[in-house]
């Protein structure tokens, strides 16, 4: 585990031990979770499993005992910092795939550009506050210039975001919390990260 300072403080990063490897995959989690929810641990696990590299990141609200989640120019300050200092050292030479859950997935296509992001994974996509489809962040997708995987529960209240150019959406059971469709979100994140290669 390591602790990489930010501008907000302290972020803490789980990584795979090991050589830099080719292509490595940073997680950050949702905005009340961890780096513990069992989505990540599946596609973490399909990561490893592609021969990708993880690295899971607690933000620094988390990493000091908060519960709710910084402002959105903190997450992505922070979360560029995370990734820069990353990219400097242990993954070194390494493709960089960006991703995460939730709230952590909207960081990863805010920041891809600005981290250099070969590819992002989304898990669980807030397309739009539950039952407010007017308050759409789909911009937020639609800004990421390189091939994203978008992993979605076909009853998530926070709704589906849709195919693109570019962007692939795979639905499966369950809701927000994709519980219900951990062995679907493994094949389809394992087969992304593979094609990517």
Do not use: K
Request: proline share 10%; charged share 20%.
């Amino acid at each position: 585990m390591l602790e990489i300072p930010t501008p907000h403080g302290p972020a803490r990063v789980h990584l795979d031990p090991g050589d830099a490897p080719p292509t490595a995959l940073v997680l950050g989690h949702g905005a009340n979770g961890g780096v513990e929810a069992r989505d990540l641990a599946a596609a973490a696990a399909a990561a490893r499993a592609a021969g990708v590299v993880v690295a899971l990141v607690e933000q620094p609200y988390r990493v000091a005992g908060r519960r709710s989640p910084a402002p959105a120019r903190q997450l992505d300050a922070a979360w560029t910092a995370v990734v820069e200092h990353l990219l400097d050292g242990p993954l070194r030479d390494s493709a960089l795939i960006a991703g995460g859950r939730s709230a952590g997935a909207r960081v990863a296509c805010r920041t891809a550009a600005a981290t250099g992001a070969a590819g992002v994974l989304c898990l669980a996509f807030p397309l739009h506050p539950p039952g407010r489809p007017q308050a759409t962040r789909l911009d937020e997708l639609d800004a990421v210039a390189v091939p994203t995987l978008v992993v979605q529960g076909e009853r998530d209240p926070f709704g589906m975001p849709p195919d693109a150019p570019g962007r692939t959406v795979v639905r499966v059971a369950g809701d927000h919390a994709l519980r219900g469709g951990l062995d679907a979100l493994r094949h389809a994140v394992r087969a992304w990260l593979e094609a990517l290669a």
